[in-house]
C-alpha cells in the first residue's frame, strides 16, 4: 500500500512538472496522460509499474522494439568512441550507414543527406527538388503531413496541425485518394482512379505549370493510414513527369518493411520515385533523418553552393541505424513482416465482422487502420469513440495510436519485431476494449 502510495505521487508530480514546465500545447494521449518508465521489446511500463503491450512504438519509430541489443551495443561503443563531430568530418557510422540504405534503396537511388528528423528530411528534399529543377512550385496532397517547421505545415493538409506559424507560397495541394470517403463520390476500383487526374487540374489551373515536385505519402500517417492504390501512384507519377516535377515518396512512416515485402512503401506501385524521405524507424528512436536521391539530382545541391548540418549523421544516431539494419535484415525482413501483417488484417477484419462501429480497415503490413463511424451507412465519424477506445484499450494493456482528420482512425502499428503471440494478444486486448465501448 505504501509503494502504491509513492508511485501515485511520483505520477502526479511528474503530471504537475509537464504543465509547469513544458508548451501547453504538447499533445497528450489518454484521458489522464501515461508517463513511461522503460520499456523491453514490446513491452513498457509505466511510472507506477504497469505493464502495456506497445503496438504504437512511438508513432511507428520503436521499429525493432525497447532496449534491443543490437542496437543498445552499437550505441555504447560508439559512445566510448566519439560522440559528436558534425558533417564537417568524415565519420565511420555515417559513411557505413549511407552504404547500408544505398543496398536497401530502390532503382538508382543511391546517396544520402542525413539531417535529425522526417521534417528536416522533407525540407531538404523540397530544397534539391528546387534546386535540380529551376522551378518553385510544389504538389502535396490533401491529408497529408510533412513535418511542423513553416514549409511542413505548408505541405501537411489536416487544419489542426497547420495552425500557427508563417505558411510558405507556392505549394499546392490535390485531393487524395481516400477510397472510404472518395472527395468525387465514385467507387474503386471502378472509377479509374479518377482523383489522380486533379493532380493535373491543379498543376494548369493554380501553378505556373512548371512544378518542382510533387511529394506523398504512400500511406499517410498522420491522416489516418490512407492507402494509395498502386495504380493511382502510377497515374500521378506519369502526370508530375509530363510537368517536368521531381516524385517525392515521404517514407517516414512506411519504410523499412513497415509495409511488408518491400523496404519501402513506394516499391509496391512499381514506381521509382526521384527523392525519398526516411525517418521514425530509421534509428529506433534516435533523432535521424534522411533524405535520398539519385547521384545526378544531388550533383545539382553544387549549384546551390556547400553545406552543413551540425547533428546531421551524428555518429551515434548512425550506430544506432546500422544495428536496427542488422535487425532487420536478420530477424524482422519485409517479407516477415507481411505475415504478420497478413494474421493482424486478418483479425482486424474479424472486428469490423462484430462491431458496426469499424467503418473501414486498411493498411499494409504492420501498418493498420480503424476508422470509427457512429454507423456502416452514414459514415459519420466518431471520434468520441476513438477516444474512449484509446481509454479502454490501454485498460487493458495495450498501446494504440489516434489520426485521421476527424481524429476518428486507430492507428496500429507494432514494432516490426512482433511474433504471432504479441499479434494475437494485442487482437484479443483490443476486441476486449472494443466490447467495453460497444
Sequence with gaps: MELDKLTDQKKEALLKKQKEYLFPNHLLYYTEPLPLDRGEGLRVWDVEGNEYLDFFG??????????????????????????????????????????????????????????????????????????????????????????????GMSLTAVGSWRSGGTHVAGVKHALNPYCYRCPLKLKYPSCGVACAEDIEEVIRTTTSGKIAAFIMEPIQGVGGFITAPDDYIKTAHQIIKHYGGLFISDEVQTGFGRTGHKWFGIEHSGVEPDIMTMAKGIANGFPLGNTMTTKDIAESTLKA???????????????????????????????????????????????????????????????????????????????????????????????????????????????????EDDIQMALDLLHKALSDIA
Design 58 to 151: 512511438g508513432i511507428l519509430t520503436t521499429s525493432v522494439g525497447h532496449n534491443r541489443p543490437e542496437v543498445t551495443q552499437r550505441v555504447q561503443e560508439q559512445t566510448e568512441k566519439i560522440i559528436h563531430s558534425s558533417t564537417l568530418y568524415p565519420n565511420e557510422s555515417h559513411i557505413n550507414l549511407a552504404e547500408k540504405l544505398a543496398q536497401l534503396a530502390p532503382g538508382d537511388i543511391q546517396v544520402s543527406y542525413f539531417t535529425t528528423s522526417g521534417t528536416d528530411a522533407n525540407e531538404t528534399a523540397i530544397f534539391l527538388a528546387q534546386t535540380h529543377t529551376g522551378h518553385q512550385e510544389v504538389v502535396a496532397l490533401r491529408h497529408g503531413y510533412s513535418g511542423r517547421s513553416a514549409l
Design 305 to 419: 553552393g556547400l553545406t552543413i548540418s551540425t547533428f546531421g549523421g551524428n555518429p551515434v544516431a548512425c550506430a544506432a541505424s546500422l544495428g536496427v539494419m542488422d535487425v532487420l535484415e536478420n530477424e524482422a525482413t519485409p517479407d516477415r513482416t507481411a505475415t504478420l501483417g497478413k494474421q493482424l488484417r486478418a483479425g482486424l477484419d474479424r472486428l469490423q465482422e462484430q462491431f458496426p462501429i469499424i467503418g473501414d480497415v486498411r493498411g499494409k503490413g504492420l501498418m493498420q487502420g480503424l476508422e470509427l463511424v457512429k454507423d456502416p451507412q452514414s459514415k459519420e465519424p466518431a471520434p468520441k469513440a476513438a477516444t474512449q477506445l484509446m481509454d479502454a484499450a490501454k485498460k487493458h494493456g495495450l498501446l494504440i495510436g489516434k489520426g485521421g482528420l476527424y481524429g476518428n482512425v486507430m492507428r496500429i502499428a507494432p514494432p516490426m519485431t512482433a511474433t
